[in-house]
């Protein structure tokens, strides 16, 4: 979080031990994300090391462990047989932790860049499909997880965001940056949250697109896109806190309505 409170990235820290954390940033604010990063350290005597020699390779979906497993090395494919989500295991070379972003179970394997197309080429011997971010927006929606820079960014905090979960205010003697907004905020009553949304009719949900009661706008569509589980259209809405959830969206020049899902 910067200062306001606002989302600098979301991202994932690993423990690896007492001394050492590993950091996955994305992508399009790495740049960005260390160079806060190294704003910040000074005062604690942290070394960071960016690790631009390593690659990532997520194999996501029901079938995910079972198909990967075979491909790795015996002291690894021990060691990730069990793994619990949310945890890692590695060797001096490779790091595969059972995470990702698409509401499904399976790993994302760190490995150097050198070793990537090797296991890509497997992976796709041992059945498994690859498939781009299209595919990855519409899992991740479908799952009601957030996009940096769509679904939140710096000028929104995680309190608006539907991200609340993730910030721990107790005990109150913990410190961060941007704490004190999230307080103030917390005081004076959340402005707006966000919401999922489902497309009564035909159609297709974007963002930008405007959310209205009556004729008074309430908030608008952050991420939206055809739900093919659904076989609906559906969305990632930040609306004004208290509305009703009775309202439409402006579609093409229409009002469509809208129902709001948990």
């Not at 200062?3 to 991202?11: E, T, Y």
């Not at 205010?169 to 949250?193: D, H, M, V, W, Y």
Request: hydrophobic share 40%; aromatic share 6%; with cysteine.
């Amino acid at each position: 979080l910067n200062s306001q409170g606002g989302v600098i990235d979301d991202l994932i820290v690993y423990f690896m031990d007492e001394t050492w954390y590993r950091m996955v940033v994305n992508a399009s604010t790495a740049q960005k994300d260390l160079g806060w990063i190294m704003e910040q350290v000074g005062v604690f005597g942290v070394e960071v090391l960016p690790r631009s020699d390593l690659a990532m390779i997520a194999v996501q979906g029901p079938k995910a462990i079972e198909l990967t497993l075979p491909l790795l090395n015996e002291e690894l494919r021990e060691a990730a047989a069990d793994l619990k989500p949310f945890s890692a295991v590695w060797d001096p070379s490779w790091f595969i932790a059972r995470t990702g972003y698409t509401g499904e179970d399976g790993l994302e394997i760190l490995l150097p860049e050198a070793d990537c197309v090797a296991l890509w080429n497997d992976l796709a011997d041992a059945g498994v499909r690859p498939c781009g971010l299209g595919s990855r927006d519409t899992l991740r929606l479908e799952a009601g997880m957030n996009l940096y820079g769509q679904d939140m960014d710096e000028t929104t905090t995680p309190l608006v965001s539907g991200l609340g979960w993730t910030v721990a205010l107790n005990p109150e003697e913990r410190s961060f940056i941007g704490r004190g907004a999230l307080e103030k905020q917390k005081r004076e009553g959340i402005p707006q949250q966000l919401v999922g949304l489902v497309l009564e009719g035909r159609g297709v949900l974007r963002s930008h697109q405007k959310l209205y009661v009556s004729d008074k706008q309430i908030g608008e569509i952050t991420s939206g896109s055809f739900s093919p589980t659904l076989e609906r259209s559906i969305a990632l809405a930040r609306i004004e806190t208290g509305s009703p959830h009775g309202f439409d969206v402006e579609m093409r020049g229409k009002r469509l309505p809208v129902k709001v899902v948990k």
